[in-house]
């Protein structure tokens, strides 16, 4: 899994682009690498477009992430293929996550 962090935009827009699966092997990584990049955004936008696989303990680590961010502007999954997109709708995050 790679994690791609770009800059925060001027208005505190951070996009950060993830490559691979976020399972149980990768979640913790990811998480970290997210999370130390937070400082000053107000709002995070995640670029799944060459995401392949979510686990549970990617899903985790998500709602985790959503929780921080919304106590800001909040957070957007963007680019999702089908595959993460069934995930999400059949554990129903799709109505606690903002997905373009």
């Given at each position: 899994?790679?994690?791609?962090?770009?800059?925060?935009?001027?208005?505190?827009?951070?996009?950060?682009?993830?490559?691979g699966?976020?399972?149980?092997?990768?979640?913790?990584?990811?998480?970290s690498?997210?999370?130390?990049?937070?400082?000053?955004?107000?709002?995070?936008?995640?670029?799944?477009?060459?995401?392949?696989?979510?686990s549970?303990?990617?899903?985790?680590?998500?709602?985790?992430?959503?929780?921080?961010?919304?106590?800001?502007?909040?957070?957007?999954?963007?680019?999702?293929?089908?595959?993460?997109?069934?995930?999400?709708?059949?554990?129903?995050?799709?109505?606690?996550?903002?997905?373009?």
């Amino acid at each position: 899994m790679n994690v791609n962090v770009n800059q925060i935009d001027e208005n505190g827009v951070l996009t950060i682009s993830v490559e691979g699966s976020i399972d149980t092997l990768t979640a913790s990584d990811f998480e970290s690498k997210v999370i130390k990049a937070l400082d000053g955004v107000k709002k995070l936008i995640l670029d799944f477009a060459k995401v392949e696989y979510v686990s549970s303990a990617g899903l985790r680590t998500i709602i985790l992430l959503n929780e921080k961010m919304e106590e800001k502007e909040g957070m957007t999954i963007k680019n999702i293929n089908d595959e993460v997109r069934d995930v999400f709708e059949m554990t129903g995050f799709d109505e606690l996550l903002t997905l373009e």
